[in-house]
């Protein structure tokens, strides 16, 4: 006996729960966490990113990054941005998403003698207004990326968010990204990690640092950095979530 559904509420409901499952059954943890080479891993992921976006249904899930669209969004992604701009470098070595909860994202399976990372720490540059921004757009279908992001309420009681379209100064959502940056790196610099592991800062730069020009603002900004992060990695890697731009820095001058 199958089961009705006598309310529009109990339809939506059973709607959004359907639609919460497709990602899942496009791709799963475990196809996620198989050793790639660079190639290996750029040609199957962007294989699932066209599935994904060929797929109907699934644009909220991946916006909101509900289930596994988080894993997904915010350990795989920065990884593959990552990997898009040292393919060549890092040819030999093959990389493996780690899911679960151990002081690491990334293990890199090749790396001899500390040439390279043994393995990666990966934080994302953004707070919760960001999250609103996003939940705002799937709501209404548009948002203002530079406008101020309003809310009250909580998910659980109910959130009333507003963005107002207004244009941001930019110079001022350049610190604001460089303040976010920097505490990001602090908060990863408090705890343990493997020897001669990377830590790799992804973050949105479709405003905040997407001019030429920003480029060389965002290199002042690591080289007078004032965190002594080289006592708990290897190498730091800043990445653009547009894919164009990446800062590297690191303990030694000579793994550069």
């Not at 475990?30 to 699934?58: A, H, N, V, Y």
């Not at 679960?100 to 934080?123: A, H, M, R, W, Y």
């Not at 030429?212 to 992060?229: P, S, T």
Request: aromatic content about 12%.
């Amino acid at each position: 006996m199958g089961i009705s559904f006598n309310s529009d509420v109990e339809a939506a409901q059973k709607e959004c729960l359907l639609k919460m499952t497709i990602l899942e059954e496009i791709i799963t943890i475990e196809e996620i966490c198989s050793p790639r080479t660079p190639t290996q891993f750029l040609e199957w992921f962007e294989d699932k990113l066209l599935e994904i976006k060929e797929t109907e249904g699934i644009k909220d899930q991946v916006i909101l990054r509900e289930g596994i669209a988080k894993f997904l969004y915010e350990e795989v992604f920065p990884l593959y941005r990552l990997l898009q701009n040292k393919k060549d470098a890092w040819r030999d070595l093959k990389f493996k998403n780690v899911y679960g909860d151990q002081p690491f994202d990334v293990e890199i399976i090749g790396s001899k003698e500390n040439e390279f990372p043994s393995f990666l720490e990966i934080t994302i540059a953004e707070k919760y207004e960001d999250h609103l921004r996003m939940r705002y757009f799937t709501e209404h279908g548009h948002v203002c990326m530079t406008g101020p992001v309003e809310y009250t309420g909580t998910k659980k009681t109910g959130l009333n968010i507003s963005v107002p379209n207004e244009m941001g100064d930019l110079a001022e959502i350049n610190r604001g990204k460089k303040d976010l940056i920097r505490n990001r790196i602090a908060q990863k610099t408090s705890k343990a990690y493997p020897e001669n592991t990377g830590l790799l800062v992804y973050f949105y730069d479709g405003v905040a640092f997407s001019r030429d020009k920003d480029k060389a603002v965002m290199d002042g900004f690591l080289d007078e950095l004032d965190l002594n992060w080289t006592d708990k990695f290897s190498a730091l890697y800043l990445v653009g979530a547009s894919g164009n731009q990446i800062w590297e820095r690191y303990r030694s001058k000579q793994d550069a």
